[in-house]
């Protein structure tokens, strides 16, 4: 370098490499899970405070419900920032820590058998949604709340289909669950309603049986498809 042309040095650096790096779809996609899973959080947190302000029983139950939904759909979106690559997610860690908190919220003995299949974080987000509800459905009907019950949770790329079964060991489906619209479609439930939103926005189907206990099938198409427009909850 001629010490009387100091900014020689700068000029032989390529401007292109003083300009910082333009965040990936990925990186942005990672920040928004990150953000989602704070506010979600601090919303369930507000809920179990107002919950010390409610007298009825059934108004308190709501609102811990609901509380525990927004606190697991949180926990997810951290699992997503962490997980999610370019590629998408890899559903058999994904599932591994779904179902590690599951065991700690429900008091489920949780087991999580997965093919190393590859889906959109989108896909992987809404299915975590599936499984936690159906968690929380054996919580509370195949075992006494907080017991430790099994669920089995397994994962199957069967071709062009991804088929989740999600099954526990307890007491099974009453025959008027079972025989109301073709098996599971007919619940009035809250925890129903959100699971068959799920799998309606997957296009897939799902399937109600006893089999040693309750038995939920989703099976849905692989790749899924694109370009569906907004996410919706409601009935088509």
């Known amino acids: 370098?001629?010490?009387a042309r100091p900014n020689d040095a700068d000029a032989a650096v390529p401007r292109k490499a003083l300009t910082p790096r333009a965040p990936s779809p990925a990186d942005e996609r990672r920040e928004l899970d990150h953000r989602l899973a704070n506010s979600l959080q601090l919303a369930a947190d507000f809920l179990i405070f107002e919950r010390a302000r409610v007298r009825d029983p059934s108004a308190r139950?709501?609102?811990?419900?609901?509380?525990?939904?927004?606190?697991?759909?949180?926990?997810?979106?951290?699992?997503?920032?962490?997980?999610?690559?370019?590629?998408?997610?890899?559903?058999?860690?994904f599932l591994g820590e779904l179902g590690r908190l599951i065991a700690d919220s429900t008091g489920l003995d949780c087991r999580v058998d997965s093919d190393p299949v590859t889906v959109a974080a989108e896909v992987a987000q809404q299915l975590a949604i599936a499984v936690n509800e159906l968690a929380m459905n054996a919580a509370k009907h195949a075992y006494p709340w907080g017991a430790r019950g099994v669920l089995h949770v397994t994962c199957r790329h069967r071709g062009?289909?991804?088929?989740?079964?999600v099954a526990d060991e307890g007491e099974g489906l009453g025959r008027k669950f079972l025989s109301s619209r073709g098996g599971a479609s007919g619940s009035q439930g809250l925890g129903m309603t959100i699971?068959?939103?799920?799998?309606?926005q997957l296009r897939g189907t799902l399937e109600a049986a006893n089999d040693h206990g309750a038995r939920f099938t989703i099976t849905l198409p692989l790749p899924a498809p694109a370009g569906r427009g907004p996410r919706s909850f409601a009935p088509t």
């Open 195 to 200: 699971l068959e939103a799920v799998v309606r």
């Open 1 to 3: 370098m001629d010490p």
């Open 160 to 165: 062009e289909r991804l088929v989740i079964v």
């Open 61 to 93: 139950a709501a609102l811990i419900e609901a509380a525990e939904r927004l606190s697991a759909v949180g926990q997810m979106h951290r699992f997503l920032a962490a997980q999610t690559q370019a590629a998408g997610v890899d559903l058999d860690p």
